[in-house]
């Protein structure tokens, strides 16, 4: 499709269509659930500790804080072990993304907190004992009950914290993150001990009682929701690669076949967790996204090759057995606001647009796809989405070429119009009346938000998921 040079004339922005009202969602007691677990700790520290009353003296005062900091970073450590324990109805609630911010947020701030507690423990014991502050400070981190194991766990967790920034995670492969990322349990479970047998605020009961029943849920739901559940599935389901087919140079799709896989209630969108039994290496899980409607007895993804398990899998043979977690993802139909729809894709981002395009509910003439891609030997599924295109009344638009800039969703190429939203515009006129489904590397996905935004779009009716971890 090619777009016109010249402005818009006497165009007319339509204000934003007012999404249809959201339901109650476990989202809203979940997240009420989480501040008071805030609120708790700090009760529980004031009934204990007698709050700012109970700061008299500065070596009281420093060890008072610093045990208020140490249980506030506890607890947003558990909140974030729960937030990615893959919890069905807090994925739904949710969404992968949000999830992913949120845990993402909470990590930074109990480091912080957790550093605070190290330092405000560190300077309580050098006044206590200004004559002796190597000894002290050794029996603080090694001597002491249960400390050799707290130091060793916390420095674990500030390995998993450097290892989250972004300057790390790029210079980083998925498996080899995702492999130092499950240090975090280690080092959670390094620290529990000192809590219980260092902290005089454990004795009292109702203390203990809130703390156990807290680690006991968190433990509780990883082991049930990211190792029972999932194993169960892979057993039931019995997934086995079926194919293994090139779509573009680096782009393979593999499509598995599986019993009874509707009892999932998988959707177009959604993304699992896959591990295949193809040798050394199976035990490092990769998410791949759905590049087809699930059937119920099999299923579709495609791989760009980026690490070492895409790689592998291009390489996966008919008959290998697979085991999965999932399904997870909220980009799905289900999210639908308005009665129009368009689907905005990059890259690799064109596959749950592929599969949403095949069984999203929408009329001829409802729905429009832009897919942005480097050139057209890159283009995934074009013979595809042109016979999806004409067979549901789809208006196809393709934008081939390298992409303008870092701040732009076009494709660099004839068109001559600067402003991102006047060709948003210009390609869908009605956009304040569509949802709009976004997928991409996370630059992309900030322009075509910003884009959509500007044309009108309403900020709940757009729906992203990210290419990126």
Known sequence: MTLSTEPLRGHRRPPPARPRRKGFTAADPMGALAILSVVAVVALWVMNQGGPIGLTTSDRATG????????????????????????????????????????????????????????LFAVERTVREPTATPAALVRLFLTDPWMLCATAGTLALIMVVVTSVRAARRRLRYESWHLLHLYSYAGIAATFPHTFTDGADFHETWTRVYWWCLYGIAFAATLAYRVALPAWRSLHHRLRVESVVTEAPGTVSITLTGHRLDRMRTASGQFFVWRFLDGPGWSRGNPYTLSAAPTPDRLRITIKSAGDGSERAARLTPGTRALIEGPYGTLTARRRTQPGLLLMAAG???????????????????????????????AVFADEL?????????????????????TSWQAAGPVHLDDDVQVLEQLVPDIAHRDVYVCGPPTWITAVREAARGAGAHRDSIHTEEFAW
């Open 64 to 119: 008072s804080l610093g045990l208020l900091a140490g249980l506030l970073a506890s607890d947003l450590m558990i909140l974030q072990v729960l937030l990615l324990a893959r919890i069905p109805w807090v994925e739904r609630s949710w969404g992968h993304d949000l999830l992913t911010r949120r845990h993402r947020l909470l990590g930074f701030a109990s480091f912080w907190l957790m550093t605070a507690h190290v330092a």
């Open 348 to 378: 690799i981002g064109i596959t749950p647009m592929r599969a949403l395009l095949e069984d999203a509910p929408y009329a001829p003439g409802e729905a429009t796809l832009v897919y942005r891609y480097g050139a057209d030997e890159h």
């Open 386 to 406: 042109r016979a999806i295109a004409a067979d549901r009344g789809v208006e196809l638009i393709l934008l081939p070429g390298p992409r303008r800039a870092d």
